[in-house]
């Protein structure tokens, strides 16, 4: 098992930037064992796939429309998984989520374990 907390949402202005943070915590495995993806979801749409990031934190891996304005990054000695987010758009408006998989993969169903999301609201 893998708990997920997802923290560091809000609302910001077109333009700003955020960080977000996910704190893990496993039962069984180290938590330096799982793959860790962002994934959001905007009111009406389905799941779609951010960013993602090795266990080792060597291999990333992201959405096209988020390279270059998105930095997914991790701290093992700390657990914790990061989103930074800049030149954020009114359209990056979702709920965001953190999830562990045992790959670096873009696929919502890969994932086996999720936090319970974090609002961000992007204002024009």
């Known amino acids: 098992q893998v708990q997920l907390v997802e923290s560091g949402g809000g609302l910001v202005q077109a333009g700003g930037s955020l960080r977000l943070s996910c704190a893990a915590s496993a039962s069984a495995r180290t938590v330096s064992t799982y793959a860790m993806g962002w994934f959001r979801q905007a009111p009406g749409k389905e799941r779609e796939f951010v960013a993602a990031?090795?266990?080792?934190?060597?291999?990333?891996r992201y959405a096209d429309s988020m390279k270059g304005r998105f930095t997914i990054s991790r701290d093992n000695a700390k657990n914790t998984v990061y989103l930074q987010m800049t030149s954020l758009k009114p359209e990056d408006t979702a709920v965001y989520y953190c999830a562990a998989s045992m790959a670096v993969t873009n696929r919502v169903y890969d994932y086996d374990y999720w936090g319970q999301g974090t609002q961000i609201t992007v204002s024009s």
């Open positions: 990031i090795s266990g080792s934190g060597i291999r990333t």
